[in-house]
């Protein structure tokens, strides 16, 4: 059974820093591209970052470029998003999600209809 598990959300204040990390389990995804998205309450859950197998390629929200990174980890099954800078409007909860297989094109790591596994969720909480 695929698991993803993430790990490293709280409570944090304005400009302060978090990283999470998502240990995937079940199955391997050193060759495959893994993500983050978030969802906001009252809000639909949007794309956050993204990164190829390789992690030469990475992918980011508009919102976030600059403050976060995305990074990965592939003798560990694991990956992370280090986030700084933190506001208020990045109040969610981020799940980690993992394709099974490449995917190609401009626009994949949006959507996420490109990912196969996802993880429970945790919530990250930014006070003003």
């Known amino acids: 059974q695929v698991r993803l598990v993430e790990s490293g959300g709280g409570v944090v204040q304005t400009g302060g820093s978090l990283r999470l990390s998502c240990a995937a389990s079940g199955r391997t995804f050193s060759t495959d591209p893994m993500g983050w998205f978030r969802q906001a309450p009252g809000k639909a859950r949007e794309f956050v970052a993204a990164i190829q197998w390789t992690a030469r390629n990475t992918y980011y929200t508009d919102s976030v470029k600059g403050r976060f990174t995305i990074s990965r980890d592939n003798a560990l099954n694991t990956v992370y998003l280090h986030m700084n800078s933190l506001i208020p409007e990045d109040t969610a909860v981020y799940y980690c999600?993992?394709?099974?297989?490449?995917?190609?094109?401009?626009?994949?790591?949006?959507?996420?209809?490109?990912?196969?596994?996802w993880g429970q969720g945790t919530q990250v909480t930014v006070s003003s």
């Open positions: 999600a993992a394709a099974a297989g490449p995917r190609y094109g401009s626009t994949w790591f949006r959507d996420s209809a490109s990912y196969d596994y």
